[in-house]
Every structure is written in structure tokens, then in C-alpha cells.
């Protein structure tokens, strides 16, 4: 989906794609403030530069596994979401992709290998959130350039 393609639909509750979805392109749904549901298809390889920014209503993030890169301001904004769960392909995540997440309270990170994150990917986190990442690489995240600021959060699943 091109850049700015259906940005700022702010009347739309949900979003479902289609598997045939591949990537999805800069800013192309930002400022959805009342979309609560998201079902990304399982065909999207890449997340754009602020593809949700501003969706305040998402309530869940489930990132597929399809998933290879989430890119700056990709969910940026998105104060609601309770529950965020990277996908087991995800290796980049882009700066302030997860800003103000601020009612999470689980983040749950399948990757076996800790995504690169830069310092401000996190931002604002919940402090209470609850971070679980595989248990054979607890200590890998616990290590990871940036991941190691949210060392005490994380545990083994």
C-alpha cells in the first residue's frame, strides 16, 4: 500500500487486510483515532515509517510473523494498546515505534535473536509492562544494545 494511503480515515473502527498484502507503506493509516481492532494479514513483510501513528483506540498490536521490519513511528502514539506482540521474523524496529505505550502491560517478543532497537524505540513504555522474550534468549535481550534498559522488565517464556 502506497505512502498515505488511507491516512486519516478518523471514523474507522477496524482493519483487517488481506494475506496478499505485502508491505505497507509510510504514514498509509495514520490518524485512525478510533480504530480498536487491527488484523494485520500474514503476508506483510514490512511495517513504514508512521503506518499507525496516531491509531489511540488500538487496544492490541500483534505484529505477524511474516513481519521482517517495523519501521520509525510505526505504532507511535497508540496510548490504548494493552497487549503488543512482535512477530518471530521482526529483526528492525525503528525509533519511537512503540512511543507513549503507556497502558501496556504485556509486550511479548518472539524473535529468538533481540530486533536492533535504538534508544528511544521504547520510549515512555509503561514502567510496569511486563516484557517476555523466548527463555534460551533472556539473557541475549537482557544484553542487547538498548533491550538492556528494560532489563528488570523482561522474563522467559
Known amino acids: 500500500l502506497g505512502t498515505f494511503a488511507f491516512s486519516d480515515w478518523s471514523a474507522a473502527t477496524s482493519l483487517t487486510l488481506p494475506n496478499t498484502i505485502t508491505s505497507l507503506s509510510d504514514y498509509c493509516f495514520t490518524g485512525w483515532s478510533l480504530m480498536n481492532t487491527l488484523n494485520l494479514g500474514t503476508g506483510v513483510t514490512t511495517i513504514g515509517q508512521y503506518a499507525f501513528n496516531g491509531c489511540s483506540a488500538l487496544t492490541s498490536i500483534t505484529i505477524p510473523n511474516s513481519v521482517t521490519t ?34 501496556c502491560n504485556e509486550m511479548l517478543c518472539l524473535p529468538l535473536t533481540p530486533p536492533s532497537i535504538i534508544v528511544n524505540t521504547l520510549t515512555n513504555l509503561k514502567p510496569t509492562c511486563v516484557i517476555k522474550v523466548p527463555a534460551a534468549s533472556l539473557s541475549a535481550y537482557q544484553a542487547a544494545a538498548n533491550w538492556s534498559a528494560h532489563a528488570s522488565k523482561m522474563v522467559g517464556v
Do not use: D, K, L
Not at 520509525?72 to 528492525?92: L, R
Open 70 to 103: 517495523i519501521g520509525q513511528y510505526g505504532f507511535y502514539g497508540c496510548v490504548a494498546a494493552t497487549f503488543i506482540q512482535i512477530g518471530s521474523a521482526v529483526t528492525s524496529i525503528g525509533g519511537n515505534a512503540f512511543y507513549n505505550a503507556t497502558a
